[in-house]
C-alpha cells in the first residue's frame, strides 16, 4: 500500500482493506501507519544483519569491510527488501527516521566493528560514531540514488561508496591537529 499510494497518502484503512484483518485486530498489533511502517523497516534490518556480519567476517582491511558491507547492502536493496519498492515507487516520499530497536542495534554493532578496525589500526584521528554515521548516511543516499536509475550497478555503487569513505577519512587525518 506504501508502493502503491506513497507514504504520507497511505491511511490505516488503506492498509486494513488490503488485509483479511478488521480494524479492532489491526489496531491489537499497530497503533498507526507508522508503526507498520516501523515493522517493515525493522523486518529489512533483521534480514540484513547476518549480511553485515558476514561482511565483517569475511575481510581482513577495513576497506575490504567497506567493499563487503556496501557491497552487501546494495544488493539487498535491489534484491530482497520491500521497503526498495516504497522507495522506487513513493517519489517525493517523506523521509522517516528509524529509531526502532533494531536500527539502533545495527547502528551500533556497526559502530562497534568500525571503532575495533580503528582501533587495530591505532586510528585516534577518526571518530568511530562519526564516521558509523557518515557510513550508513552514504549507504542510504547512494542506495536511494541507485534504485532510481534505470541501469542499477550495485558494483558502480559500491565502489563510489568506498571511495567516498576513504577520500573523506583521509582529509579527517590530514586536517586534524
Known sequence: VFAELGYESTTVRDIIRRTELASGTFYNYFKSKEEVFHALHDDGV?????????????SQTFEEFLTLA??????????????AEIQVRTPGRTRVRFETPESLALFDELKADIADILRKAEDKAIDPDFLTAACIGIAQEVGDRLLARPN???????????????????AVRRDRP
Open 152 to 170: 542499477r550497478d550495485p558494483e558502480e555503487a559500491t565502489l563510489f561508496a568506498v571511495a567516498m569513505v576513504k577520500g573523506g577519512m583521509a
Open 70 to 83: 556496501y557491497r552487501a547492502w546494495f544488493q539487498f536493496l535491489l534484491t530482497d527488501s520491500p521497503l
Open 46 to 58: 533483521t534480514r540484513f544483519r547476518p549480511l553485515l556480519r558476514a561482511a565483517r567476517e569475511g
